[in-house]
C-alpha cells in the first residue's frame, strides 16, 4: 500500500533535540519533492522544511532556519527533519507530505499525498 508514517514525535524540552522521520512505502521518494509541514492550534499550517526531488535544494521558514534540518536517505526512502533547540512556539502537529509539482516556497497547497501527522510538543 502507498503511505507515508511519520514518527519521532512527542514531548520535548526546549534546547533538546528531537528528529521526525517519515518513512514512504509503495513508492519513491527519491522523485517526489518532500515537506514537513505544522499546524498548530488556531494557526494557519505552514511549510516548516522542503527538499527538491531534482537537486536537493531545501527551503527553511525563517522561524526554524538554523534550527532545523531536512534530509532525505534515498536508500531507505525516507526523509527526516532533525530540530535541533525547539522552541515551546513550536509545537504542533507536524506532517510529511508529497509533490511531483512543488515551488520552492514550501506551500502546503502544492503538496498531495500526506501522513498522518505526529504530535510535536515543546515543554519545560
Known amino acids: 500500500q502507498v503511505q507515508l508514517v511519520e514518527s519521532g514525535g512527542g514531548l520535548v524540552q526546549p534546547g533538546g533535540s528531537l528528529r521526525l522521520s517519515c518513512a514512504a512505502s509503495?513508492?519513491?521518494?527519491?522523485?517526489?519533492?518532500i515537506g514537513w509541514f505544522r499546524q498548530a492550534p488556531g494557526k494557519e499550517r505552514e511549510g516548516v522544511s522542503c527538499i527538491s526531488s531534482s537537486d536537493g535544494s531545501t527551503y527553511y521558514a525563517d522561524s526554524v532556519k538554523g534550527r532545523f534540518t531536512i534530509s532525505r536517505d534515498n536508500a531507505k526512502n525516507t526523509v527526516y527533519l532533525q530540530m535541533n533547540s525547539p522552541k515551546p512556539e513550536d509545537t504542533a502537529v507536524y506532517y510529511c507530505a508529497t509533490a511531483r509539482l512543488a515551488g520552492r516556497r514550501c506551500r502546503w497547497e502544492e503538496y498531495d499525498y500526506w501522513g498522518q501527522g505526529t504530535q510535536v510538543t515543546v515543554s519545560s
Open positions: 509503495g513508492f519513491t521518494l527519491a522523485y517526489y519533492a
